[in-house]
């Protein structure tokens, strides 16, 4: 199927035993994400959306019913298939930000650039972009210990966008801050995400950042509504 979404979902299930018990966690999610869409994930504790958003990132596997990529059927795809199809399409961003600890600001966000064949130089030019973009050019040669929280955050975010991903995967980026600083980044998350004119799927509790997206999707009990 090629409808000429970056991500569609059709029927999407997973469940989980546990203690002789089965939890159906996701019971037949259908999902299309469009080019450049910005797609709020609300939904209450424990409603599925870290497992939806794990689907989406293509890392596990045990789910039922098919996943398609940019136009690739990811769900019958090997593990190799499945790397190409996250490194050609995909950037994450989690609640915390799992920065290298020993490598700087600039730095973080050169690897994952280097790892897709850029070179240095070129990888440099485009980190720097992103890290001044977020408000970073002062702390290119800082470790993660060396920054806030909000500041480690913006990193992971330019680390996310560094590769220019379709669609981009967020797990509430922005838990673990106060709320001031949360609004922040999140604000300038979003606003980059668009310049950059990628898609992305954001898993949050928090209506009110919700609201700031273009689409915001509901799951409960285990389908969206
Ligand atoms: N590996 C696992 N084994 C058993 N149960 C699991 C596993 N992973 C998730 N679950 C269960 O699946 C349900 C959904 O979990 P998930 O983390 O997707 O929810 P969530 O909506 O992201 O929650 P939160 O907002 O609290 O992060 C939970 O009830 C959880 O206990």
């Known amino acids: 199927m090629n409808n000429g979404a970056v991500i569609s979902l059709r029927n999407l299930s997973r469940s989980f035993e546990q203690g002789g018990e ?26 599925g959306k870290s497992t ?7 890392l596990e596997g045990g789910f039922g019913g098919s996943i398609t990529m940019a136009g690739t059927d990811a ?8 790397t190409t199809l996250r490194r050609d399409n995909l950037g994450f961003v989690y609640q915390f930000h799992h920065l290298l600890p020993d490598f700087t600001a600039i730095e973080n966000v050169i690897i994952p650039q280097m790892l897709v064949g850029k070179t240095r130089a070129e990888a ?10 977020l408000g970073l050019g002062h702390r290119l040669t800082h470790r ?7 500041e480690q955050q913006r990193v992971a975010v330019a680390r996310a966008l560094a590769n220019s991903p379709k669609l ?38 928090n ?8 689409r915001v999707v509901r799951l409960a009990e285990g389908k969206l509504v």
């Open 22 to 47: 089965t939890i159906e966690v996701l019971r037949g999610v259908d999902l299309d994400v469009m080019p450049g869409e910005i797609v709020a994930l609300l939904g209450q504790s424990g409603s």
């Open 52 to 58: 939806l958003l794990q689907a989406v990132g293509l």
């Open 75 to 82: 769900s019958t795809a090997d593990a190799a298939e499945r």
């Open 124 to 133: 440099a030019v485009r980190a720097e972009e992103l890290l001044g973009a």
């Open 144 to 150: 993660p210990s060396q920054l806030s929280g909000g």
């Open 168 to 205: 981009v995967l967020a797990d509430e980026p922005t838990g673990n801050l106060d709320e001031k600083t949360s609004d922040r980044v999140f604000d300038e998350f979003i606003a980059l995400v668009r310049t950059q004119g990628s898609a992305a799927l954001v898993a949050t509790h």
């Open 207 to 214: 209506e009110r950042l919700a609201s700031r997206m273009d």
